[in-house]
C-alpha cells in the first residue's frame, strides 16, 4: 500500500484578530502547526503502512517554512515527502489547491490510498479532500473513522454521518478525509526526530509539476475574498442575582414568563 | 506604472495619503517614496479601490462577468431528503434563495434526488417555482456518486446562476466535488447570502478561523456560483397560495456504476430527541466531569422535553456520542432555549449555538465567554442548580 497524505500549515491558534485600525488579519506572534486534523491523516497512514507494507508520502503546498510542517510528518512516519511550493500558487482557494495536489500525486505516480484531515482549522471548508478526488477522477469518502479491512484492491470503512455511521466500500485508489475519532497519533520518536532533522525536503515548483498557470494560485481561483471582518456578538446577558436557590427560582419564573418552558 | 498582477497604481494620481493602506484586508499595501505600492498576494477583492479618493487605483480584472452571467440564469436550491423525507435545511435555503431570487428576478428550483419522496409540493410551498425531481430506487440512499454526476449533468443542461445547498453530511461530501467537475467557487458554511444586483453576484458570508473572522467571498467569472449553507441559518417561511410545477427527471443509469457502495447505516440510538428538531436543548460541557454526570441532564433534559446536547470536550473523552455535538466541527442548532451547563463557550462551541434564542448559562466561573452571549446566566456549581431546576420543575 503506498499513501499519500496531504498536510496543510495552518496558524497555531483559531484566536486570530482583526487589527480595528488597519482591518488587516494580526499576524504577529502566531506559531504555524500542523492542522490537527491532518496528524491523524499521517497516523492512519503510518498505522495502513505497518499492517501492509509500502510506504507513505507526505505532501504539503505551502509557502518555504511550510516544509517544517513535513518535517514534523517524518518524525511520526512519513517515509518521503514533498513540498509543493512556487509564487504562482500564492492566493489558492479549494479548486486551485485540489488541482496543484492532484498535479503533485499524479507524478508521484504509484499510490493506492489519499488521506486528507476532515477539514483546517484556519479555512474550515473541509472542500480539498472532495475536490481532489474529483480532479484525480477517484472514488471519495470522507468523514473517516475506522478502516475495517483493505483487501484485494478494495477498502472497506466506517464513516461518521449526522445521526450515525455508514459502512462503505470503495475500490482502491481512493481519497478520503479522516475525522479525529480514527486514531491517537504517536508522538515523535527520538529516531524520527533525528531523521526529520537530517532530512532534506525536496521542493516541486510549478515548472516541475507541468501545471497550467492559469489553473493554479489566484488565477487558478474561482473564488476571492472580498472583504473580512470580526464578527458581532451577542449582547450580554443578565447575570442572576441572589442565593442559588432564588436565582433558580428566578430563572424559572423568568422562563415561563416568556412560555419557553 | 507600478504593477503586481492585474492591479495597477497609476502615479500620477497617486499622492501618497495611505487611505488605501488601511482598507487591504489582507495588510499588502505599503506607502514606498510617496506611493502607494501592493505586495504579493493580492486578490484583487477592490477594498482599496473603494478606499481611493484620487481614482489612482486600477483593476483590470473587471472582467468577463457580464459574459459569463448572462449566459447562466436561475437559483437552484438542492434539497435533500433522507428516507423519504425532505429536511428542514431544505426550506431555509428555499425561503431565502425565494428572497434573492425576487432580487435578481429569476426563477427559484428545487432539486430534489431519492425514493418515493412525500410531500414534494412542500418545496414549492416554500418558494420554488419549479421543482426537478429525480426519483429513481437507486437514489434511495445517499448514494453520493450518482448525486454527484446527476447533479452535475443537470446544471450542465440547464445552467443556473447560482447553486445552493444544505452544509449536511452529505452536502459537504459530494457538492464539492460537483464544484470541482464544474471547475467553478464554492463557499462552504455561509451564515449570510446577499445579492450586488450591478453585477449579479452572490455574497457569500461565512465564518473562518473557528468563527473568530467573517469573510465575504464571490465567484465573480465562473458559474454557477455555489454555496453551502449550515442548517437553522435562516428561518423557513411558508408563503400562501403559490403554485409551481413539479418536473419529473428520468434517472438514466446507463453506463455509470456508483464506485462506491453503502453496505449499512448504523444509526445513533442515544439521541432520543434530534439535537436538530429540538426547541429545548439542554448541553452539558467539560464541567460535567466524567460521562456518569451526563445522567443529570438526562434527567433535567426528561422534564423539559429537552435534547441533550454536548460541547467538544465530553465527546473527545468519549461521554456522549458525537451525533450530540454542537459546535463548528459538530451541529449547528437553532432551538428558542438553549441551556449550557458547565461549558465555557469557546468560540467554536459559539458558532454552533449562539443564534438561539433564549440561552441560559450555568458555570461556576463568572469569566467564562458563555455568559457574554446568555440571556440569563447563573454563576454557581451546576451540580448544585441542575437538581435544584429539577425539583422545581417536578413540583
Keep these: ?261 | 506604472m507600478v504593477k503586481s498582477m492585474g492591479i495597477r497604481i497609476d502615479p500620477d494620481k497617486c499622492t501618497g495619503c495611505g487611505d488605501c493602506t488601511a482598507s487591504c484586508p489582507f495588510g499588502l499595501i505599503e506607502i514606498i517614496d510617496e506611493k502607494a505600492h501592493i505586495n504579493e498576494g493580492c486578490t484583487l477583492c477592490g477594498a482599496c479601490q473603494e478606499a481611493c479618493s484620487y481614482d489612482a487605483i486600477l483593476i483590470e480584472a473587471a472582467i468577463e462577468t457580464a459574459a459569463i452571467s448572462d449566459s447562466h440564469r436561475g437559483i437552484w436550491v438542492f434539497a435533500e431528503a433522507k428516507d423519504g423525507n425532505l429536511k428542514s435545511v431544505d426550506y431555509e435555503l428555499l425561503s431565502r434563495g425565494r428572497e434573492l431570487a425576487d432580487t435578481l428576478k429569476t426563477e427559484l428550483c428545487a432539486i430534489c434526488f431519492g425514493h418515493n419522496i412525500s410531500e414534494v409540493e412542500q418545496l414549492i410551498a416554500y418558494g420554488a417555482d419549479k421543482v426537478y425531481l429525480t426519483d429513481d430506487p437507486a437514489l434511495a440512499n445517499h448514494q453520493e456518486d450518482f448525486y454527484t454526476w446527476e447533479l452535475t449533468r443537470l446544471i450542465e443542461e440547464h445552467k443556473p446562476e447560482i447553486v445552493l445547498a444544505g452544509a449536511t453530511s452529505l452536502g459537504r461530501s459530494f457538492i464539492p466535488r460537483v464544484a470541482a467537475i464544474l471547475k467553478t467557487g464554492l463557499t462552504a458554511d455561509c451564515t449570510e447570502l446577499e445579492i450586488d444586483t450591478e453585477r449579479r453576484l452572490l455574497l457569500q458570508t461565512r465564518p473562518a478561523f473557528g468563527g473568530n473572522i467573517m469573510a465575504t467571498i464571490i465567484c465573480q467569472t465562473r458559474r454557477p456560483q455555489m454555496a453551502t449553507v449550515r442548517p437553522r441559518v435562516f428561518k423557513k417561511n411558508p408563503l400562501e397560495g403559490r403554485k409551481g410545477q413539479i418536473i419529473k427527471v428520468d434517472f438514466n443509469k446507463e453506463g455509470i456504476t456508483s464506485k462506491t457502495k453503502l453496505l449499512n447505516f448504523v444509526e445513533d440510538l442515544t439521541e432520543r430527541v434530534k439535537i436538530e428538531d429540538a426547541d429545548i436543548i439542554v448541553s452539558g460541557g467539560r464541567g460535567l466531569d466524567k460521562a456518569e454526570n451526563f445522567q443529570l441532564l438526562e434527567e433535567l433534559a426528561a422534564v423539559m422535553g429537552a435534547a441533550v446536547g454536548s460541547s467538544r470536550p465530553p465527546v473527545d473523552d468519549g461521554w456522549i456520542p458525537y451525533s450530540h455535538q454542537v459546535g463548528q466541527t459538530g451541529k449547528t442548532i437553532c432551538p428558542k432555549l438553549y441551556i449550557a451547563c458547565g461549558i465555557s463557550g469557546a468560540v467554536q462551541h459559539l458558532a454552533g449555538m449562539q443564534t438561539s434564542e433564549t440561552i441560559v448559562a450555568i458555570n461556576n466561573d463568572a469569566e467564562a465567554p458563555i455568559f457574554e452571549i446568555a440571556t440569563y446566566g447563573i454563576v454557581g456549581d451546576l451540580f448544585e442548580v441542575v437538581p435544584m431546576l429539577i425539583a422545581k420543575l417536578k413540583g
Design chain 1, 1 to 261: 500500500m503506498n499513501i499519500v497524505v496531504c498536510l496543510k500549515q495552518v496558524p497555531g491558534t483559531t484566536q486570530v484578530k482583526i487589527d480595528p485600525q488597519t482591518n488587516t488579519l494580526v499576524r504577529q506572534g502566531i506559531k504555524n502547526i500542523v492542522n490537527p486534523f491532518d496528524t491523524y491523516a499521517v497516523e492512519e497512514g503510518a498505522r495502513i503502512k505497518e499492517r501492509f507494507g509500502g510506504k507513505v508520502t507526505a505532501i504539503s503546498m505551502g509557502p518555504p517554512q511550510a516544509e517544517e510542517v513535513l518535517r514534523e510528518a517524518i518524525s511520526t512516519g512519513a517515509d518521503e515527502v514533498i513540498l509543493l511550493s512556487d509564487s504562482a500558487f500564492a492566493g489558492s482557494d479549494t479548486l486551485a489547491t485540489s488541482y496543484t495536489l492532484a498535479r503533485a500525486i499524479n507524478k508521484i505516480q504509484e499510490y493506492d490510498l489519499v488521506i486528507c484531515g476532515r477539514q483546517t482549522i484556519d479555512g474550515d471548508t473541509a472542500q480539498v479532500g472532495p475536490e481532489l478526488a474529483e480532479t484525480l477522477e477517484i472514488p471519495f469518502v470522507a468523514y473517516v473513522s475506522q478502516i475495517e479491512e483493505i483487501d484485494n484492491g478494495y477498502m472497506r470503512v466506517q464513516r461518521m454521518v449526522e445521526d450515525g455511521h455508514e459502512v462503505i466500500e470503495t475500490p482502491l485508489p481512493a481519497v478520503i478525509t479522516v475525522v479525529k475519532e480514527i486514531n491517537v497519533p504517536r508522538l515523535p520518536s527520538l529516531r524520527g526526530l533525528t531523521k526529520a532533522k537530517s532530512a532534506v525536503i525536496p521542493t516541486w515548483t510549478a515548472k516541475e509539476l507541468g501545471v497550467d498557470k492559469n489553473m493554479v494560485g489566484l488565477s487558478g481561483s474561482a473564488t476571492r475574498v472580498i472583504k473580512i471582518f470580526s464578527p458581532q456578538r451577542a449582547y450580554r446577558g443578565e447575570i442572576l442575582q441572589g442565593s442559588l436557590e432564588s436565582q433558580a427560582e428566578s430563572l424559572i419564573n423568568k422562563l415561563r414568563d416568556t412560555k419557553l418552558i
